[in-house]
């Protein structure tokens, strides 16, 4: 008898995992489509759509203009591959999808999108505050992708798994600073520049802390059985 209900709780978490994965993957990928129309507005470039409508005091720096659209570009593409990345069928099914579109998930973030975007912080609304956050989200997502690519070269596969599960984190940043900015004005009506300066910081740390508590789990099941 005991052992029955063990096994009806084991296929109950079995199948709530199976929801929630799904679940997921479905936002995900919705939030993915809404970057998508995001981007969009930018093709071709132009200055006076969007966020650059508030950028009119640096859109006419050159550098600046070639950055944006650097990162806006190449950020969407990043956002998609990680998707395939961190797809458990993918990676059983198709080695080498997995591998390619890491490949590219990684050049893309360390020659383009991350130092893009690095340029970018420095002039982020919100003030230091807020720049400060985005210069160290930069740097961070470098750092993580470089770390996840030299652990994968060196076949180090449970380290490459977490530092690219930090890195996905803040690749996530963009979808997430959008819906804390959406909750904090809608919910607390704070002025659009203070909860800027909140969600500059909050859109990347929270998805780094579940990053951490899911390594941790991860981590922490896999030494209990060893």
């Known amino acids: 008898m005991r052992k029955n209900i063990m096994m009806s709780l084991a296929d109950n978490v079995s199948l709530l995992r199976q929801i929630l994965r799904i679940a997921w993957y479905v936002s995900i990928l919705f939030f993915s489509y809404l970057m998508l129309l995001i981007t969009l507005q930018y093709i071709p470039a132009r200055t006076d759509v969007a966020f650059l409508r508030v950028k009119d005091n640096v859109t006419g720096l050159l550098h600046y203009r070639i950055a944006f659209f650097t990162h806006v570009y190449t950020s969407i593409i990043v956002l998609v591959c990680g998707i395939i990345q961190f797809s458990g069928y993918v990676r059983r099914r198709f080695l080498t999808v997995h591998r390619l579109s890491g490949r590219g998930y990684v050049i893309l973030i360390l020659l383009f999108a991350g130092p893009s975007g690095l340029i970018m912080g420095f002039y982020g609304n ?17 750092f993580f992708t470089y770390r996840g690519f030299k652990s994968a070269l060196s076949g180090d596969l449970p380290a490459h798994r977490n530092w690219m599960y930090r890195s996905y984190a803040l690749t996530l940043s963009a979808i997430s600073l959008r819906l804390w900015k959406w909750v904090i004005i809608h919910f607390f009506g704070l002025h659009p520049m203070d909860a800027y300066q909140i ?25 209990k059985f060893i």
Do not use: D, H, K, P
């Not at 919100?126 to 470098?142: E, K, N, R, S, Y």
């Not at 969600?199 to 030494?223: F, K, P």
């Open 126 to 142: 919100g003030g230091w505050v807020a720049q400060t956050a985005f210069c160290l989200l930069a740097i961070l997502w470098m």
């Open 199 to 223: 969600v500059a910081w909050l859109g990347w740390t929270g998805n780094l802390l579940v990053a951490e508590l899911l390594i941790y789990s991860w981590t922490y099941r896999r030494n």
